[in-house]
């Protein structure tokens, strides 16, 4: 079935360091792909999407690439802030087996930005 | 516009215990999603629904019951908790088959 891997963390990076989560993807069919973020204490929120081969998806300096070659979609940012700590999760739309369009989640990864 | 919110944030049962947790959305969406959410696991689906009048079994759907009688309302029910069911439930609605907006969670503690 279709799945989701993105690396383990916690990820600690001083700001304004360079920051990259890989994500990579198992899936039949064209999949949409997105990143999720969730910050202490609330609930997720749509970082990006792509929804199909080599589009970028890109918000609040955060970018990301949909590679079907190399099914992935790492999530990229030039310079961390320290609001940007928060836990991001890879999703892809589960388009497969009646499933409506649900999103597969990896299990996501904690950065932390020190000042 | 509220978004989706959820009722209550937090609950605290014992084993054997009943409860529902109450999603509500004001977005006009036609799909809503139960998902509980626990440490290294990520997010996974309990239950759907596509429609008013419609629910769909998810990843992890045991123990769990849902209703959507209205369209902006999505209910989960646990009839008999138990301690495995100690998590934070997050609800979510789409009006597409994508993007998905989440509610701020529940968290339950079953002793």
């Known amino acids: 079935g279709n799945s989701v891997t993105q690396m383990e963390g916690p990820v600690t990076l001083s700001e304004e360091a360079f920051l990259t989560i890989n994500c990579t993807y198992t899936?039949?069919?064209?999949?949409?792909l997105f990143w999720y973020v969730q910050y202490p204490g609330e609930g997720l929120q749509l970082l990006l999407k792509?929804?199909?081969?080599?589009d970028k998806g890109s918000n609040k300096g955060f970018e990301a690439t949909y590679r079907k070659e190399t099914t992935s979609f790492h999530l990229e940012k030039g310079s961390v802030q320290v609001s940007d700590s928060a836990v991001y999760f890879c999703?892809?739309?589960?388009?497969?087996?009646?499933?409506?369009?649900?999103?597969?989640f990896g299990k996501g990864t904690k950065l932390s930005v020190k000042p | 516009n509220a978004g989706v919110t959820q009722t209550p944030k937090f609950r605290v049962l014992k084993t054997g215990q009943s409860m529902t947790l109450l999603c509500a959305q004001d977005?006009?969406?036609?799909?809503m999603y139960w998902y509980r959410q626990d440490p290294g696991m990520g997010l996974r689906l309990i239950h759907y629904?596509?429609?008013?009048?419609?629910?769909a079994k998810g990843e992890v759907p045991d123990g769990y019951n849902v209703s959507r009688l209205k369209k902006q309302n999505f209910l989960l029910g646990l009839e008999s908790a138990a301690p495995s069911q100690t998590s934070v439930y997050f609800c979510a609605s789409s009006l597409m088959l994508n993007e998905q907006f989440f509610g701020p969670g529940t968290r339950l503690t079953v002793l």
């Open positions: 792509a929804t199909k081969a080599d």
């Open positions: 999703a892809l739309s589960d388009l497969v087996g009646g499933s409506q369009g649900n999103l597969i």
């Open positions: 629904s596509v429609g008013e009048g419609t629910t």
């Open positions: 977005m006009n969406h036609e799909y």
């Open positions: 899936a039949t069919g064209y999949p949409s």
